[in-house]
């Protein structure tokens, strides 16, 4: 048997179809390059916005012929579109779809995945648990072996589900119900099973990160003991986390990225505005000139930390004047990178619910353009600033024959070079720089393998993301 995964939204949901896609190889599937050619299609969703709740439907109602044709393939619908109070609207519209299953609890799938694979093969000895960190095949070395295809280089490590705050605006507190951090022991067993399948860095996933460890008893721990612990994990050589709140980014958080060597110096902590009365509207629960001081906490004890932030435009009620302060912002701190949205009412929320969208599309496309433009400028000169500096880069794939990997403040980079430098650390010099990517020659760093055909396309999941 084989399947096909589409995911659509954050790292969070990339995370999900990754352990998604491991469950399922733990049962001897292999990864069909379409979904024409498989026998389990999983859709990963998406409810942040409407737009991505849009692309889910057009995409299972694309498949609907297909299913209708092979009535013995599994058609599976899950993520942050299924829940309680969805999922009875959800199985009336979509009466094709053989399972759903809410976000990060797959096991209604693997569970019909199961029971398909014992009609076809009763002496099939499927796993027991949901698949998602049990080994399929250990070496004698005790690596684990992937009988299907290498694993990517930078893999995600989702440490808590959940969040415990009310943002007028964000749904996801009720796709993905309250906090729940994984015990430290659990997470560091996980990663050294990453490590063991190639990887060299991990990213802790959380929706909000720095709340790790808060609801976990008898002791509670913080994100800044996990970072410890991970930190020891050999051949791990960069930790990442995201992303990061104003409110629970402490000191003690900073002063373990500052000071543990594997945890890179790139911080994501969203404003979502410029405006104080913006932000009250939003409940995030702190003002313009609180995030001013944290941002110079940052750069202060780690002066080379690379910011991004996250900002939505047109939320209810926003002004002119209103948005302009969010320019304003942008412009004073001067943020590496600036993800941009435009503001999309969920039902649900207070915002939803309660403020009139009254911001119209047209002027929300505008002001997301202004934003791009002005962070385009920002990161362009940013990056030109790189010019001539030599970057440790990890280098996670190939692209175009060119060697591509991040730079510990997250950067991309891009370099050309006949050896293959496939997880490795590689010691380029940046010759040329965009506001989006980095160009350079390679000058050192660790030592690389033998030269290999050009072109040759690295085996990635399939995933198609927003």
Same mark, same amino acid.
């Given at each position: 048997?084989?399947?096909?995964?589409?995911?659509?939204?954050?790292?969070?949901?990339?995370?999900?179809?990754?352990?998604?896609?491991? /469950?399922?190889?733990?049962?001897?599937? =292999?990864?069909? $390059?379409?979904?024409?050619? #498989?026998?389990?299609?999983?859709?990963?969703?998406?409810?942040?916005?409407?737009?991505?709740?849009?692309?889910?439907?057009?995409?299972?109602?694309?498949?609907? $012929?297909?299913?209708?044709?092979?009535?013995?393939?599994?058609?599976?619908?899950?993520?942050?579109?299924?829940?309680?109070? @969805?999922?009875?609207?959800?199985?009336?519209?979509? $009466?094709?779809?053989?399972?759903?299953? $809410?976000?990060?609890?797959?096991?209604?799938?693997?569970?019909?995945?199961?029971?398909?694979? =014992?009609?076809?093969?009763?002496?099939?000895?499927?796993?027991?648990?949901?698949?998602?960190? #049990?080994?399929?095949?250990?070496?004698?070395?005790?690596?684990?072996?992937?009988?299907?295809?290498?694993?990517?280089?930078?893999?995600?490590?989702?440490?808590?589900?959940?969040?415990?705050?009310?943002?007028?605006?964000?749904?996801?507190?009720?796709?993905?119900?309250?906090? +729940?951090?994984?015990?430290?022991?659990?997470?560091?067993?996980?990663?050294?099973?990453?490590? #063991?399948?190639? #990887?060299?860095?991990?990213?802790?996933?959380?929706?909000?990160?720095?709340?790790?460890?808060?609801?976990?008893?008898?002791?509670?721990?913080?994100?800044?003991?996990?970072?410890?612990?991970?930190?020891?994990?050999?051949?791990?050589?960069?930790?990442?986390?995201?992303?990061?709140?104003?409110?629970?980014?402490?000191?003690?958080?900073?002063?373990?990225?500052?000071?543990?060597?594997? +945890?890179?110096?790139?911080?994501?902590?969203? +404003?979502?505005?410029?405006?104080?009365?913006?932000?009250? /509207?939003?409940?995030?629960?702190?003002?313009?000139?609180?995030?001013?001081?944290? +941002?110079?906490?940052?750069?202060?004890?780690?002066?080379?930390?690379?910011?991004?932030?996250?900002?939505?435009?047109?939320?209810?009620?926003?002004?002119?004047?209103?948005?302009?302060?969010?320019?304003?912002?942008?412009?004073?701190?001067?943020?590496?990178?600036?993800?941009?949205?435009?503001?999309?009412?969920?039902?649900?929320?207070?915002?939803?619910?309660?403020?009139?969208?009254?911001?119209?599309?047209?002027?929300?496309?505008?002001?997301?353009?202004?934003?791009?433009?002005?962070?385009?400028?920002?990161?362009?000169?940013?990056?030109?600033?790189?010019?001539? @500096?030599?970057?440790?880069?990890?280098?996670?794939?190939?692209?175009?024959?060119?060697?591509?990997?991040?730079?510990? @403040?997250?950067?991309? *980079?891009?370099? =050309?070079?006949?050896?293959?430098?496939?997880?490795?650390?590689?010691?380029?010099?940046?010759?040329?720089?965009?506001?989006?990517?980095?160009?350079? @020659?390679?000058?050192?760093?660790?030592?690389?393998?033998?030269?290999?055909?050009?072109?040759?396309?690295?085996? *990635?999941?399939?995933?198609?993301?927003?």
């Amino acid at each position: 048997m084989r399947y096909y995964i589409w995911t659509v939204g954050c790292q969070m949901n990339v995370a999900d179809s990754e352990r998604i896609g491991r /469950a399922l190889q733990d049962r001897g599937l =292999s990864e069909a $390059p379409s979904a024409e050619q #498989a026998d389990v299609i999983v859709l990963n969703t998406c409810s942040v916005r409407q737009a991505a709740e849009d692309k889910a439907y057009g995409k299972v109602g694309s498949l609907r $012929p297909l299913k209708l044709a092979r009535p013995d393939l599994i058609l599976a619908f899950g993520g942050c579109m299924v829940a309680e109070d @969805t999922l009875p609207m959800l199985r009336r519209r979509l $009466p094709y779809v053989d399972v759903f299953f $809410p976000p990060s609890e797959p096991q209604a799938l693997l569970d019909l995945v199961d029971q398909r694979m =014992s009609e076809r093969d009763p002496t099939i000895d499927t796993p027991s648990s949901d698949g998602c960190l #049990a080994p399929t095949v250990t070496a004698a070395s005790g690596a684990i072996v992937s009988p299907h295809r290498p694993f990517p280089v930078a893999r995600w490590l989702p440490v808590m589900t959940g969040c415990n705050r009310r943002c007028t605006y964000c749904i996801v507190p009720f796709r993905r119900g309250r906090e +729940v951090s994984r015990p430290i022991p659990e997470l560091v067993a996980e990663a050294r099973r990453l490590v #063991a399948e190639g #990887a060299r860095e991990v990213t802790l996933l959380g929706q909000i990160v720095d709340r790790y460890g808060r609801d976990l008893r008898p002791e509670r721990r913080d994100l800044a003991d996990l970072l410890e612990a991970l930190s020891e994990i050999d051949g791990l050589v960069r930790i990442r986390f995201l992303t990061s709140h104003p409110r629970d980014f402490t000191d003690r958080i900073l002063d373990a990225v500052a000071r543990l060597p594997k +945890v890179c110096e790139h911080i994501n902590i969203p +404003v979502q505005a410029g405006d104080d009365a913006i932000l009250k /509207a939003m409940w995030r629960g702190y003002t313009v000139d609180v995030y001013r001081r944290i +941002v110079a906490r940052i750069r202060e004890r780690i002066p080379s930390c690379s910011i991004a932030t996250d900002i939505i435009v047109g939320f209810p009620g926003e002004t002119e004047e209103q948005f302009q302060r969010t320019l304003d912002l942008i412009e004073e701190i001067r943020f590496d990178v600036v993800h941009v949205a435009m503001y999309s009412p969920r039902p649900g929320t207070l915002a939803g619910d309660q403020m009139p969208d009254d911001v119209p599309r047209a002027v929300k496309k505008e002001r997301l353009h202004r934003v791009e433009a002005l962070q385009e400028r920002i990161s362009l000169e940013i990056n030109q600033a790189l010019i001539g @500096t030599e970057q440790e880069i990890l280098v996670e794939d190939e692209e175009h024959g060119k060697w591509k990997g991040r730079t510990r @403040t997250n950067k991309l *980079v891009f370099f =050309s070079d006949p050896r293959n430098w496939l997880g490795k650390l590689a010691v380029v010099r940046i010759d040329r720089a965009s506001p989006w990517s980095l160009q350079g @020659t390679v000058v050192g760093g660790e030592e690389p393998g033998p030269a290999r055909p050009r072109w040759q396309p690295l085996p *990635v999941l399939n995933l198609a993301r927003v």
